[in-house]
């Protein structure tokens, strides 16, 4: 077998749009647009949600939040759901990570994130840096760099050597080098915190983007008219809390984000060099794929959960399949529960029972007549992001269907919800739920999500949570 390697490079909070390859004609992204150039890029994948821990569960898993318990950010995989680096270590591949997992709630931790000593869900060694610094980041600045303490702490002017993201992937590359030097099939694991702003480029690499030149989004008087009314509750309660950014902080926040989208493209570049290096890019799988989007005040919302439209559910997907399809780009629709069940196929491991999401390996081998799914599910329920917002949690749970042409958001219990004509309204503008003209269809939506959720109950019942 040829393919014996992974490597999973996970962003958070990037919107597919941030990436050269994906029509950026502003962002500096070469290694990443480089790469999609050699595979497969994805232009209709999708979040199973909108916000980190539930999705990253769910990459990991092959299930959905409503099955493996993650329904929320703050809500901890139980272990006794089975990870794919826990069915690799099992196989026989050395498992590593580096950088954010976000398995556990951020909150319990004191003020960084602990070091790990052992197996962590199913990864062999684990170097963590997550929302908040890790103790084994911060133990290595004072070893090496001292005098940078306060400003790493900050978050501010740490140059490129000392940077958080520049030791996370070195984690990662001296895990490759390790695994390459000993003849051992691996899988690695290299993700950051950051797209979400504010971004912390290091010093060098931030004010590159003016914020006069980026772009913001366009916004309708009647947007929030046409919504349920807690879209303009969230809004209004950012407001008042001095959260929600006026457009010259808009700007200057989107202008970090691309400083920062630009230093992980170098990261990125630094994974991919060792793999040449070392001989080892025909052996390896890699993956590019984000946790969720980022709404960045589309449709007047600030960040993103409990938010299931495109800008924040549409991810960024690209993969190289050592003698796979390359510089290909597809339209096929394909959801986070499926990276687990291709990985495993494409390195010929057998599937663990429970797993709900499908291979799309022939899509990466460039068959021809390889489909991908007919729609989408996503879903959202009691969001803790709500309470910053001013909102109770309990009042907005929602599932949402999407395909090629059209989404319905439905509310349970509610006699409001969402339906978009995608084809001639992308930018989900015209909330065509009440509209008599379109009854029938969304007749139709609702059948196929009643069906879909029906669909996708757990397939092992008996499996408990343990927390």
């Known amino acids: 077998m040829s393919t014996r390697n992974v490597v999973a490079f996970i962003t958070d909070g990037h919107r597919k749009d941030m990436l050269g390859c994906y029509g950026n004609e502003m962002l500096d992204t070469p290694n990443i647009d480089r790469f999609a150039g050699d595979g497969v ?5 999708f979040g199973v949600h909108s916000v980190c821990m539930p999705t990253r569960a ?16 703050g809500c901890r995989l139980s272990e006794s759901e089975i990870t794919l680096p ?5 196989a026989g591949w050395a498992t590593g990570a580096a950088g954010k997992i976000h398995h556990e709630p951020q909150q319990p931790y004191d003020r960084f994130v602990p070091q790990i000593e052992g197996p962590y869900y199913g990864f062999d060694e684990a170097h963590l840096c997550e929302n908040r610094l890790g103790e084994e980041y911060l133990a290595w600045i004072d070893q090496e760099h001292p005098e940078l303490a306060e400003r790493v702490l900050g978050r501010k002017g740490v140059p490129e ?10 984690q990662a590359i001296d895990f490759i080098r390790r695994q390459g030097e000993a003849d051992r099939p691996f899988f690695c694991h290299c993700s950051y915190h950051e797209l979400s702003p504010p971004c912390s480029p290091p010093a060098g690499w931030e004010g590159v983007y003016d914020p006069a030149d980026v772009p913001v989004p366009e916004l309708r008087a009647d947007d929030l008219a046409l919504r349920p009314d807690w ?17 010259p902080t808009l700007r200057r926040s989107i202008a970090s984000c691309y400083d920062q989208m630009r230093f992980i493209d170098h990261q990125f570049g630094r994974i991919t060099n060792t793999l040449e290096e070392l001989g080892i890019a025909d052996d390896t799988i890699v993956l590019f794929i984000a946790d969720h989007g980022l709404s960045l005040n589309d449709h007047f919302q600030w960040r993103h959960g409990p938010f299931l439209f495109d800008e924040v559910t549409n991810i960024p997907m690209v993969w190289r399949l050592p003698g796979g399809a390359s510089g290909a780009v597809t339209e096929e629709m394909a959801e986070q529960v499926d990276v687990m069940p291709t990985i495993l196929d494409a390195l010929g491991v057998e599937q663990p029972a429970g797993v709900q999401g499908q291979s799309i390996l022939p899509i990466l081998r460039g068959d021809e007549g390889a489909r991908g799914r007919d729609s989408v599910l996503m879903q959202e329920r009691e969001a803790p992001d709500l309470e910053a917002r001013g909102l109770e949690p309990e009042r907005v749970t929602q599932w949402a269907v999407r395909t090629q042409d059209w989404k319905l958001v439905h509310y349970p219990g509610e006699d409001f919800g969402e339906l978009y004509d995608l084809r001639s309204d992308p930018g989900e503008f015209v909330n065509l739920w009440a ?5 029938a269809q969304r007749s139709e939506l609702e059948r196929l999500l009643l069906d879909r959720v029906s669909q996708s109950r757990d397939p092992l ?3 408990h949570w343990a927390w």
């Open 435 to 439: 509209d008599a003209g379109y009854a």
């Open 58 to 73: 769910s990459l990991y898993t092959g299930r959905y939040p409503h099955v493996h318990g993650v329904w929320s950010n």
């Open 461 to 463: 019942p008996e499996r």
């Open 231 to 247: 879209y303009r509750e969230c809004y209004e309660g950012y407001l008042a809390n001095g959260r929600q950014p006026d457009e």
């Open 161 to 170: 050597e000392a940077h958080e993201l520049q030791w996370i992937t070195s």
């Open 86 to 90: 826990q069915v690799l270590s099992e």
């Open 41 to 45: 890029r994805f232009e209709r994948a």
